[in-house]
């Protein structure tokens, strides 16, 4: 019976091992991704103040009970910088949530850029599952983690918010594949999910990818369910905006209140000097060497999947096989001159600023692409012997390791130390002049206190994020000057809750008219109805689509 019941549990054992070793590889190899990372230091790039400037506005308003923030006070000499207003906050949550389990930003950001690369792969695999085996399609999950143009997100650009979008948009392919073969209400939520925080966390890339989602699901709709198929597509892309309008809504809003939305685009944001392969290419957002290096690099990790096209009978999935080919080639296009007509035409597309990021999308359909051609790798080799079959295997696992590594030894890194001392540098750091309201100037008059008024004497009583409270004494009706840009939604009330004028001096200082009596002075950052309606829609857009995921009822096919 020992015997018996030891074989049993040899059974199980090996069971259990062959169903969780695939997942096992996948999330070893994002692991693996960050390894650099965590012995050098947090890599650095042009952007990375301006993250931790948010990231650190979030954590404290979170600390203070506001859980979304409407302002960062301490920034462009405490006049403040309106960015959690209209970037998008899904990063900025991971990091503080992050920084509050390990106490710190530096062991924070390690956990968060390692989350991000487990989940990218993870969606990955989960795409790939879709139409291979999981020992296969744990290649997919394993090699999308070492691809040269989404490891240059972390380690030179700084990206991170494209980063994380790159980590959610697997996801959103996976479910339309799911919705477009099933049709059930759980893969419509969670599409709608996958949507949702794509739009929450990446908005050039929430772009990108709803144009690729179209394209791709246009290619996978099934012709005896199209009707059916493509109303439940809607629903979800649907659910997601609603469970993302609490930051879209007040976006759309006051974009017009931005001078990035005001002021001719500057030559950095210029699409046209942005794609790949060409000699324009703006030098301060990308060299122009770099930027096609990476492309070369990512296309060649595909090259093994061009075996799909000799052998595109044998593929099991081949009108699969024949939609991610198409979207490889579609989005490596749209990053190339050849575009331009499009890009001309669409005006949407052009805010998305850097053609090159399409390159996001080809690192995606890629590694599925290469996955499906593993069978046939197998069996063309497996005819000529084990050795041969382990020797052109030794080479592509060199070939990636060498097209990853590059990228990760040109980054710069900062170690604890460093990297602590630019996070904190960052909260008071001027922000990115795009992002500053239209009327403001990138360089306001200096203020050694919280605000000035001529003629009267004056106490702070409080000065919160969002809140202010201070005290000014009689004499002539004159206005206060605030260290803090003006902001239509600025509302200063005094002790008897009457509301006083506001208006803004010439470089966009905040000015309080005062009356001659003394008086106190209540200033508060006054959400409009609109937040709260946007919220509320929010909330039931994320009810509803737990509300599908656990309900079982499925559609007939």
């Avoid at 979008?165 to 073969?181: D, G, T």
């Avoid at 052998?311 to 749209?334: H, P, Q, T, W």
């Avoid at 946007?534 to 857009?541: F, K, Q, T």
């Amino acid at each position: 019976m020992r015997g018996v019941k030891n074989g049993i549990n040899s059974d199980t054992s090996g069971a259990t091992w062959r169903k969780c070793a695939p997942l096992l590889l996948v999330v070893a190899s994002g692991v693996a991704a960050l390894l650099p990372a965590a012995f050098r230091g947090i890599p650095t790039g042009n952007d990375l103040p301006h993250h931790y400037r948010v990231a650190q506005s979030f954590y404290e308003s979170a600390r203070e009970g506001d859980l979304y923030p409407g302002w960062l006070a301490s920034s462009n000499g405490g006049y403040g910088d309106l960015s959690p207003r209209f970037y998008p906050p899904g990063l900025y949550y991971l990091l503080a949530a992050a920084r509050a389990l390990t106490g710190n930003w530096y062991a924070g950001s390690l956990v968060c850029f390692a989350a991000l690369s487990v989940i990218g792969c993870l969606g990955v695999y989960f795409w790939a599952r879709e139409f291979l085996p999981p020992n296969v399609a744990a290649w997919a999950g394993a090699l999308y983690a070492f691809v040269p143009f989404h490891l240059n997100d972390l380690y030179n650009a700084a990206l991170f918010g494209q980063y994380a979008a790159a980590a959610v948009l697997p996801f959103a392919f996976a479910f339309v594949e799911r919705v477009c073969r099933g049709r059930r209400l759980r893969d419509v939520a969670g599409l709608a999910a996958s949507f949702a925080l794509l739009v929450l966390t990446h908005l050039p890339l929430t772009v990108i990818g709803a144009l690729s989602l179209a394209m791709y699901a246009l290619l996978r709709l099934r012709r005896d369910a199209l009707l059916s198929t493509f109303g439940r597509l809607t629903l979800a892309v649907a659910l997601g905006l609603a469970a993302s309008a609490c930051y879209w809504a007040t976006m759309l809003a006051e974009k017009s209140w931005l001078r990035i939305a005001n002021a001719p685009q500057e030559s950095w944001a210029d699409y046209s000097r942005n794609f790949i392969f060409q000699s324009t290419i703006y030098p301060e957002t990308v060299g122009v060497l770099w930027v096609n290096i990476l492309a070369v690099a990512t296309f060649a990790m595909f090259l093994p999947a061009f075996a799909l096209l000799r052998s595109r009978r044998e593929v099991e999935y081949r009108g699969a096989a024949k939609a991610l080919a198409l979207l490889l080639a579609f989005s490596f296009l749209m990053a190339t001159p050849l575009s331009r007509p499009i890009w001309a035409a669409l005006r949407f597309l052009q805010q998305t600023q850097f053609p090159w990021r399409w390159l996001a999308v080809t690192a995606m359909a890629g590694p599925v692409l290469v996955a499906m051609s593993v069978p046939i790798w197998a069996k063309k080799l497996g005819e000529h012997g084990r050795v041969l079959t382990a020797s052109v295997a030794a080479v592509l696992l060199i070939f990636v390791a060498l097209s990853a590594s590059f990228v990760v030894t040109d980054a710069d890194y900062l170690p604890r130390a460093q990297f602590e001392e630019k996070v904190k540098a960052a909260a008071v750091a001027p922000s990115m002049p795009d992002w500053l309201p239209v009327w403001a100037s990138t360089q306001p008059a200096p203020m050694e206190r919280e605000l000035a008024v001529e003629g009267h004497s004056f106490s702070v009583n409080s000065w919160e994020t969002a809140r202010r409270s201070f005290q000014v004494s009689a004499g002539p009706p004159t206005r206060a000057r605030v260290r803090t840009f003006y902001y239509p939604y600025w509302v200063a009330t005094d002790s008897a809750g009457r509301r006083l004028e506001t208006s803004r001096d010439a470089d966009g200082a905040l000015l309080v008219s005062l009356p001659a009596e003394a008086v106190t002075v209540d200033l508060v950052l006054r959400e409009p109805p609109l937040s709260l309606v946007s919220g509320l829609v929010s909330v039931a857009g994320w009810c509803l689509i737990v509300a599908l995921l656990v309900l079982r009822a499925e559609a007939r096919p």
